[in-house]
Protein backbone atom coordinates (compact mmCIF):
# COMPACT_ATOMS: atom_id res chain seq x y z
CA UNK A 1 0.00 0.00 0.00
CA UNK A 2 1.16 3.39 -1.03
CA UNK A 3 2.31 6.19 1.91
CA UNK A 4 -0.75 8.39 0.32
CA UNK A 5 -3.43 5.44 0.42
CA UNK A 6 -2.03 4.68 3.87
CA UNK A 7 -2.42 8.23 5.83
CA UNK A 8 -5.65 8.98 3.93
CA UNK A 9 -7.18 5.11 5.48
CA UNK A 10 -6.01 6.84 8.93
CA UNK A 11 -7.37 10.35 8.51
CA UNK A 12 -10.82 9.41 7.38
CA UNK A 13 -11.01 7.70 10.83
CA UNK A 14 -10.98 10.76 12.54
CA UNK A 15 -14.09 13.08 12.39
CA UNK A 16 -13.57 16.69 11.77
CA UNK A 17 -16.91 17.72 10.62
CA UNK A 18 -17.19 21.62 10.73
CA UNK A 19 -19.91 23.61 12.35
CA UNK A 20 -21.21 26.63 10.96
CA UNK A 21 -23.20 27.54 14.66
CA UNK A 22 -20.54 27.51 17.05
CA UNK A 23 -18.97 30.54 16.32
CA UNK A 24 -15.71 29.73 17.15
CA UNK A 25 -12.34 28.77 15.18
CA UNK A 26 -11.83 25.95 14.91
CA UNK A 27 -15.70 25.67 14.67
CA UNK A 28 -15.16 22.09 16.19
CA UNK A 29 -12.49 20.89 19.06
CA UNK A 30 -12.29 17.45 17.20
CA UNK A 31 -10.68 19.07 14.20
CA UNK A 32 -8.12 19.48 16.52
CA UNK A 33 -6.99 15.81 16.63
CA UNK A 34 -6.25 15.72 13.02
CA UNK A 35 -4.06 18.94 13.46
CA UNK A 36 -2.28 17.84 16.25
CA UNK A 37 -1.44 14.18 14.30
CA UNK A 38 -0.28 16.31 11.26
CA UNK A 39 2.01 18.56 13.18
CA UNK A 40 3.50 15.27 14.87
CA UNK A 41 3.66 13.69 11.61
CA UNK A 42 5.07 16.33 10.09
CA UNK A 43 8.12 16.72 12.55
CA UNK A 44 8.71 12.64 12.49
CA UNK A 45 9.19 13.13 8.97
CA UNK A 46 12.10 15.81 9.19
CA UNK A 47 10.00 18.97 8.31
CA UNK A 48 11.41 22.13 9.67
CA UNK A 49 9.15 25.36 10.63
CA UNK A 50 6.18 23.36 11.74
CA UNK A 51 3.95 25.33 13.52
CA UNK A 52 0.48 24.17 15.07
CA UNK A 53 -1.56 27.13 15.33
CA UNK A 54 -3.14 26.34 18.99
CA UNK A 55 -5.61 29.29 18.92
CA UNK A 56 -6.87 28.57 15.45
CA UNK A 57 -5.91 25.39 14.43
CA UNK A 58 -4.03 25.70 11.15
CA UNK A 59 -0.94 24.06 10.56
CA UNK A 60 2.05 25.22 8.78
CA UNK A 61 5.02 23.54 7.36
CA UNK A 62 8.53 23.32 5.65
CA UNK A 63 10.19 21.37 3.50
CA UNK A 64 13.44 22.81 2.76
CA UNK A 65 14.76 23.58 -1.08
CA UNK A 66 17.58 20.61 -1.76
CA UNK A 67 21.09 21.85 -2.47
CA UNK A 68 21.74 24.84 -4.74
CA UNK A 69 17.40 25.75 -5.33
CA UNK A 70 17.39 27.72 -1.86
CA UNK A 71 16.84 30.86 -4.04
CA UNK A 72 13.56 29.28 -6.23
CA UNK A 73 10.11 30.71 -5.45
CA UNK A 74 8.27 29.21 -2.38
CA UNK A 75 5.48 27.32 -3.68
CA UNK A 76 3.17 26.21 -0.93
CA UNK A 77 0.59 23.50 -1.07
CA UNK A 78 -2.82 23.67 0.94
CA UNK A 79 -5.51 21.13 1.79
CA UNK A 80 -8.54 21.30 4.20
CA UNK A 81 -8.94 18.69 7.38
CA UNK A 82 -12.54 19.54 7.75
CA UNK A 83 -15.55 17.17 6.62
CA UNK A 84 -18.90 18.90 5.84
CA UNK A 85 -21.85 18.97 8.24
CA UNK A 86 -23.79 17.93 5.21
CA UNK A 87 -23.74 13.98 6.04
CA UNK A 88 -21.91 12.25 9.13
CA UNK A 89 -18.20 11.85 9.12
CA UNK A 90 -18.51 9.83 12.71
CA UNK A 91 -17.38 6.27 12.51
CA UNK A 92 -16.21 5.98 8.82
CA UNK A 93 -15.62 2.33 7.76
CA UNK A 94 -13.84 2.64 4.29
CA UNK A 95 -13.12 -0.19 2.35
CA UNK A 96 -11.24 -0.83 -0.75
CA UNK A 97 -13.00 -2.18 -3.59
CA UNK A 98 -9.91 -3.52 -5.82
CA UNK A 99 -10.10 -4.45 -9.40
CA UNK A 100 -13.66 -2.25 -9.52
CA UNK A 101 -15.61 -4.34 -12.61
CA UNK A 102 -17.56 -1.01 -13.54
CA UNK A 103 -20.39 -2.08 -12.15
CA UNK A 104 -23.02 -1.25 -9.04
CA UNK A 105 -21.20 -1.57 -5.79
CA UNK A 106 -23.10 -3.07 -3.07
CA UNK A 107 -22.17 -0.78 0.22
CA UNK A 108 -25.01 -1.98 2.71
CA UNK A 109 -26.29 -5.19 2.08
CA UNK A 110 -28.92 -5.08 5.26
CA UNK A 111 -29.96 -1.86 4.97
CA UNK A 112 -29.52 -2.25 0.92
CA UNK A 113 -27.23 1.02 0.30
CA UNK A 114 -25.75 1.03 -3.53
CA UNK A 115 -23.66 3.13 -5.76
CA UNK A 116 -25.05 2.60 -8.71
CA UNK A 117 -23.81 3.66 -12.12
CA UNK A 118 -27.26 4.40 -13.14
CA UNK A 119 -27.52 7.33 -10.40
CA UNK A 120 -23.40 7.93 -10.33
CA UNK A 121 -22.52 7.43 -14.61
CA UNK A 122 -19.01 8.72 -13.50
CA UNK A 123 -17.57 5.74 -11.42
CA UNK A 124 -17.85 3.12 -14.87
CA UNK A 125 -15.13 5.04 -15.81
CA UNK A 126 -13.12 4.32 -13.24
CA UNK A 127 -13.61 0.30 -14.36
CA UNK A 128 -10.11 -1.61 -13.31
CA UNK A 129 -9.22 0.68 -10.84
CA UNK A 130 -9.31 0.74 -6.96
CA UNK A 131 -11.86 2.28 -5.33
CA UNK A 132 -12.36 3.32 -1.34
CA UNK A 133 -15.87 3.74 -0.43
CA UNK A 134 -17.53 3.61 3.11
CA UNK A 135 -20.33 1.04 4.38
CA UNK A 136 -22.81 4.15 3.33
CA UNK A 137 -24.16 5.45 6.41
CA UNK A 138 -21.27 8.42 6.45
CA UNK A 139 -19.33 10.60 3.88
CA UNK A 140 -15.61 8.85 3.10
CA UNK A 141 -13.68 12.41 3.98
CA UNK A 142 -11.74 12.70 0.55
CA UNK A 143 -12.71 15.88 0.82
CA UNK A 144 -10.94 17.19 2.08
CA UNK A 145 -8.69 14.32 3.40
CA UNK A 146 -7.32 12.75 -0.22
CA UNK A 147 -6.03 16.33 -0.73
CA UNK A 148 -4.12 16.26 3.50
CA UNK A 149 -2.64 12.83 2.40
CA UNK A 150 -1.35 13.32 -0.79
CA UNK A 151 0.38 16.32 0.66
CA UNK A 152 1.85 14.53 3.35
CA UNK A 153 2.50 11.73 1.36
CA UNK A 154 4.50 14.00 -1.35
CA UNK A 155 6.53 15.78 1.55
CA UNK A 156 7.13 12.67 3.23
CA UNK A 157 8.81 11.82 -0.49
CA UNK A 158 11.07 14.99 -0.88
CA UNK A 159 12.54 14.62 2.20
CA UNK A 160 13.89 11.13 1.96
CA UNK A 161 14.90 11.92 -1.94
CA UNK A 162 16.93 14.60 -1.09
CA UNK A 163 18.43 14.22 -5.08
CA UNK A 164 14.87 15.66 -6.33
CA UNK A 165 15.37 19.42 -7.28
CA UNK A 166 13.34 21.54 -5.80
CA UNK A 167 13.18 24.82 -4.16
CA UNK A 168 11.16 25.62 -0.85
CA UNK A 169 8.14 24.49 -0.14
CA UNK A 170 5.73 25.75 2.56
CA UNK A 171 2.24 23.12 3.32
CA UNK A 172 -0.75 24.19 4.82
CA UNK A 173 -3.80 22.47 6.60
CA UNK A 174 -6.80 24.69 7.51
CA UNK A 175 -10.42 23.98 9.85
CA UNK A 176 -13.43 25.41 8.82
CA UNK A 177 -13.59 25.35 4.90
CA UNK A 178 -16.64 23.65 4.30
CA UNK A 179 -18.56 26.49 6.35
CA UNK A 180 -16.49 28.99 4.18
CA UNK A 181 -13.98 30.17 6.66
CA UNK A 182 -11.31 27.85 5.80
CA UNK A 183 -8.96 31.58 5.18
CA UNK A 184 -10.55 33.50 8.01
CA UNK A 185 -7.31 33.10 10.47
CA UNK A 186 -4.60 32.16 7.78
CA UNK A 187 -1.32 33.82 8.18
CA UNK A 188 -0.25 34.73 4.51
CA UNK A 189 2.40 36.53 6.24
CA UNK A 190 3.68 33.66 8.07
CA UNK A 191 3.03 30.94 5.27
CA UNK A 192 5.77 32.90 3.26
CA UNK A 193 4.42 31.71 -0.62
CA UNK A 194 5.11 33.44 -3.52
CA UNK A 195 1.90 31.11 -4.65
CA UNK A 196 0.23 27.87 -4.07
CA UNK A 197 -2.23 25.57 -5.10
CA UNK A 198 -5.34 24.69 -3.06
CA UNK A 199 -5.62 20.20 -3.35
CA UNK A 200 -9.53 20.17 -3.06
CA UNK A 201 -10.84 19.29 -6.63
CA UNK A 202 -12.41 15.81 -7.78
CA UNK A 203 -11.66 13.88 -10.62
CA UNK A 204 -8.13 13.82 -11.78
CA UNK A 205 -7.15 15.78 -14.68
CA UNK A 206 -9.58 18.70 -13.17
CA UNK A 207 -7.95 22.16 -13.10
CA UNK A 208 -9.68 25.07 -11.80
CA UNK A 209 -8.39 28.82 -11.70
CA UNK A 210 -12.01 30.10 -11.47
CA UNK A 211 -14.86 30.27 -8.27
CA UNK A 212 -18.07 32.30 -8.21
CA UNK A 213 -18.15 35.56 -6.81
CA UNK A 214 -20.38 35.02 -3.87
CA UNK A 215 -22.68 36.52 -0.87
CA UNK A 216 -24.97 35.59 1.97
CA UNK A 217 -28.28 37.20 1.72
CA UNK A 218 -30.77 37.52 4.77
CA UNK A 219 -34.35 38.42 4.74
CA UNK A 220 -36.20 39.39 8.03
CA UNK A 221 -40.35 39.97 7.71
CA UNK A 222 -41.77 41.44 9.89
CA UNK A 223 -45.70 40.74 10.31
CA UNK A 224 -48.65 41.42 12.09
CA UNK A 225 -50.84 38.06 13.49
CA UNK A 226 -54.40 38.50 14.73
CA UNK A 227 -57.22 36.09 15.26
CA UNK A 228 -57.81 34.45 12.04
CA UNK A 229 -61.40 35.10 12.83
CA UNK A 230 -61.20 38.71 12.69
CA UNK A 231 -58.28 38.95 10.67
CA UNK A 232 -59.07 41.01 7.45
CA UNK A 233 -57.81 43.95 6.87
CA UNK A 234 -55.37 43.98 9.84
CA UNK A 235 -53.27 40.77 9.36
CA UNK A 236 -49.77 40.57 7.74
CA UNK A 237 -48.61 36.66 7.82
CA UNK A 238 -45.07 37.11 7.61
CA UNK A 239 -44.64 33.47 5.78
CA UNK A 240 -46.46 34.41 3.01
CA UNK A 241 -44.61 38.05 2.35
CA UNK A 242 -41.32 35.34 2.06
CA UNK A 243 -42.98 33.23 0.27
CA UNK A 244 -44.02 36.36 -1.88
CA UNK A 245 -40.15 37.92 -1.35
CA UNK A 246 -38.98 34.72 -3.01
CA UNK A 247 -41.61 34.12 -6.22
CA UNK A 248 -40.25 38.06 -7.15
CA UNK A 249 -36.50 36.39 -7.84
CA UNK A 250 -35.76 34.56 -11.45
CA UNK A 251 -37.41 31.30 -11.30
CA UNK A 252 -34.77 29.94 -13.66
CA UNK A 253 -31.72 31.54 -11.90
CA UNK A 254 -31.60 28.60 -9.44
CA UNK A 255 -29.31 25.81 -8.53
CA UNK A 256 -31.93 23.19 -9.66
CA UNK A 257 -31.30 24.45 -13.07
CA UNK A 258 -28.50 26.00 -13.69
CA UNK A 259 -24.85 24.51 -14.35
CA UNK A 260 -21.72 25.71 -15.53
CA UNK A 261 -20.80 29.55 -14.90
CA UNK A 262 -24.81 30.27 -14.65
CA UNK A 263 -25.60 31.79 -11.19
CA UNK A 264 -28.35 31.84 -9.09
CA UNK A 265 -30.24 32.37 -5.85
CA UNK A 266 -30.29 29.55 -3.59
CA UNK A 267 -32.62 29.42 -0.66
CA UNK A 268 -30.92 28.03 2.15
CA UNK A 269 -33.06 28.24 5.38
CA UNK A 270 -36.64 29.37 6.25
CA UNK A 271 -37.74 29.58 9.60
CA UNK A 272 -40.61 31.80 11.37
CA UNK A 273 -44.31 32.30 11.81
CA UNK A 274 -46.75 34.69 11.20
CA UNK A 275 -45.33 37.18 13.02
CA UNK A 276 -41.67 36.88 11.96
CA UNK A 277 -40.42 35.21 9.05
CA UNK A 278 -36.39 34.39 8.60
CA UNK A 279 -35.09 33.53 5.29
CA UNK A 280 -30.66 32.41 4.16
CA UNK A 281 -29.76 33.09 0.66
CA UNK A 282 -26.07 32.37 -0.89
CA UNK A 283 -25.96 34.61 -4.23
CA UNK A 284 -23.38 33.46 -6.72
CA UNK A 285 -22.22 34.35 -10.44
CA UNK A 286 -19.08 33.98 -11.90
CA UNK A 287 -19.51 37.18 -14.15
CA UNK A 288 -18.80 40.08 -11.69
CA UNK A 289 -21.35 42.63 -13.47
CA UNK A 290 -23.60 39.74 -13.15
CA UNK A 291 -23.13 39.14 -9.19
CA UNK A 292 -23.35 43.17 -8.60
CA UNK A 293 -26.80 42.82 -10.66
CA UNK A 294 -28.32 39.52 -8.37
CA UNK A 295 -27.33 41.31 -5.12
CA UNK A 296 -28.89 45.02 -6.02
CA UNK A 297 -32.27 42.43 -7.13
CA UNK A 298 -32.11 40.94 -3.92
CA UNK A 299 -32.23 44.34 -2.32
CA UNK A 300 -34.69 45.22 -4.77
CA UNK A 301 -37.03 42.49 -4.16
CA UNK A 302 -37.06 43.38 -0.16
CA UNK A 303 -37.92 47.56 -1.10
CA UNK A 304 -41.01 46.64 -3.59
CA UNK A 305 -42.56 44.62 -0.55
CA UNK A 306 -41.65 47.51 1.72
CA UNK A 307 -43.60 50.12 -0.67
CA UNK A 308 -46.59 47.59 -0.81
CA UNK A 309 -46.95 46.27 2.84
CA UNK A 310 -45.32 49.16 4.52
CA UNK A 311 -41.65 50.25 5.30
CA UNK A 312 -39.82 47.92 7.71
CA UNK A 313 -41.62 45.01 6.68
CA UNK A 314 -38.99 43.57 5.32
CA UNK A 315 -35.40 44.14 6.45
CA UNK A 316 -32.81 42.86 3.97
CA UNK A 317 -28.74 42.51 4.13
CA UNK A 318 -26.06 41.10 1.42
CA UNK A 319 -22.53 40.41 2.67
CA UNK A 320 -20.29 39.61 -0.09
CA UNK A 321 -18.23 36.35 1.28
CA UNK A 322 -15.56 35.43 -1.68
CA UNK A 323 -14.53 36.75 -5.18
CA UNK A 324 -13.85 35.03 -8.62
CA UNK A 325 -10.30 34.35 -8.19
CA UNK A 326 -9.92 34.44 -12.13
CA UNK A 327 -8.89 37.84 -11.65
CA UNK A 328 -6.09 37.61 -9.56
CA UNK A 329 -4.49 34.32 -11.17
CA UNK A 330 -5.19 35.46 -14.42
CA UNK A 331 -1.53 37.18 -13.99
CA UNK A 332 -0.06 33.54 -13.01
CA UNK A 333 -0.88 31.55 -16.16
CA UNK A 334 2.22 29.63 -15.36
CA UNK A 335 0.19 27.65 -12.31
CA UNK A 336 -2.07 26.13 -14.70
CA UNK A 337 0.30 25.89 -17.38
CA UNK A 338 2.64 23.42 -15.58
CA UNK A 339 0.16 21.59 -13.93
CA UNK A 340 -1.77 20.96 -16.84
CA UNK A 341 1.67 19.91 -18.63
CA UNK A 342 2.48 17.29 -15.67
CA UNK A 343 -0.80 15.62 -15.84
CA UNK A 344 -0.70 14.74 -19.46
CA UNK A 345 2.76 13.59 -18.97
CA UNK A 346 0.81 11.80 -15.85
CA UNK A 347 -1.45 10.19 -18.45
CA UNK A 348 -4.32 12.46 -18.00
CA UNK A 349 -6.09 14.44 -19.50
CA UNK A 350 -6.35 18.42 -18.14
CA UNK A 351 -9.98 19.95 -17.47
CA UNK A 352 -9.99 23.13 -16.71
CA UNK A 353 -13.66 23.61 -15.29
CA UNK A 354 -15.20 26.58 -13.19
CA UNK A 355 -16.05 25.69 -9.68
CA UNK A 356 -19.40 25.55 -8.94
CA UNK A 357 -18.55 26.53 -5.11
CA UNK A 358 -16.18 28.15 -3.60
CA UNK A 359 -11.87 26.92 -2.10
CA UNK A 360 -9.62 28.59 0.30
CA UNK A 361 -7.64 29.42 -2.99
CA UNK A 362 -10.10 32.12 -3.88
CA UNK A 363 -10.17 33.79 -0.52
CA UNK A 364 -5.99 33.41 -0.34
CA UNK A 365 -5.97 34.42 -4.31
CA UNK A 366 -7.37 38.05 -2.15
CA UNK A 367 -5.39 38.07 0.27
CA UNK A 368 -2.19 38.15 -1.48
CA UNK A 369 -1.48 34.19 -2.54
CA UNK A 370 -2.57 33.51 -5.85
CA UNK A 371 -3.60 29.94 -5.50
CA UNK A 372 -5.22 27.75 -7.98
CA UNK A 373 -6.97 24.61 -7.51
CA UNK A 374 -5.78 20.77 -8.27
CA UNK A 375 -7.78 17.22 -8.24
CA UNK A 376 -7.71 14.73 -5.72
CA UNK A 377 -9.56 11.90 -7.19
CA UNK A 378 -12.02 11.75 -5.42
CA UNK A 379 -15.93 11.92 -5.91
CA UNK A 380 -19.20 12.86 -4.77
CA UNK A 381 -18.39 14.31 -1.84
CA UNK A 382 -20.42 15.70 1.10
CA UNK A 383 -22.51 12.38 0.20
CA UNK A 384 -22.84 8.58 1.56
CA UNK A 385 -22.00 7.64 -1.96
CA UNK A 386 -18.49 9.49 -1.99
CA UNK A 387 -15.51 7.69 -2.67
CA UNK A 388 -11.91 7.63 -3.71
CA UNK A 389 -9.60 6.28 -6.80
CA UNK A 390 -6.52 4.58 -5.61
CA UNK A 391 -4.56 5.07 -8.66
CA UNK A 392 -5.95 8.70 -9.21
CA UNK A 393 -4.90 9.57 -5.47
CA UNK A 394 -1.08 8.11 -6.50
CA UNK A 395 -1.06 10.43 -9.50
CA UNK A 396 -1.98 13.47 -7.96
CA UNK A 397 0.85 12.84 -5.16
CA UNK A 398 3.10 12.38 -8.29
CA UNK A 399 1.50 15.72 -9.88
CA UNK A 400 2.64 17.66 -6.27
CA UNK A 401 6.23 16.25 -6.51
CA UNK A 402 6.80 16.65 -9.79
CA UNK A 403 5.45 20.32 -9.44
CA UNK A 404 7.55 21.29 -7.33
CA UNK A 405 10.28 20.53 -9.51
CA UNK A 406 9.17 22.71 -11.88
CA UNK A 407 10.05 25.87 -9.81
CA UNK A 408 13.52 24.64 -8.88
Do not use: W
Request: aromatic share 8%; with cysteine.
Amino acid sequence: MSKTIEYFLQYVKIDTQSDENTGTTPSTAKQRTLAELLAAQLKEMGAEEVTYDREYGYVYATIPASAGCESSPVLGFIAHMDTSPAVSGAGVKSRIVEGYDGGDILLDEKEGIVLKVSEFPEIAELSGQDLIVTDGKTLLGADDKAGVAEIMAAAEYLLKHPEHRHGKLRVGFTPDEEIGEGADHFDVALFGADFAYTVDGGALGELEDETFNAAAGRIVVHGRNVHPGSAKGKMKNAILVAQEFQGLLPVFQNPMYTEGREGFFHLDAISGNVEETAAEYIIRDHDRERFEEKKALFLACADFLNRKYGEGTVTAEVKDSYYNMKEVLAGHSHLMENAAEILRELGAEPRVTPIRGGTDGARLSYMGLPCPNLCTGGGNFHSRYEYACVQSMEKVTELLIRLAGKYA
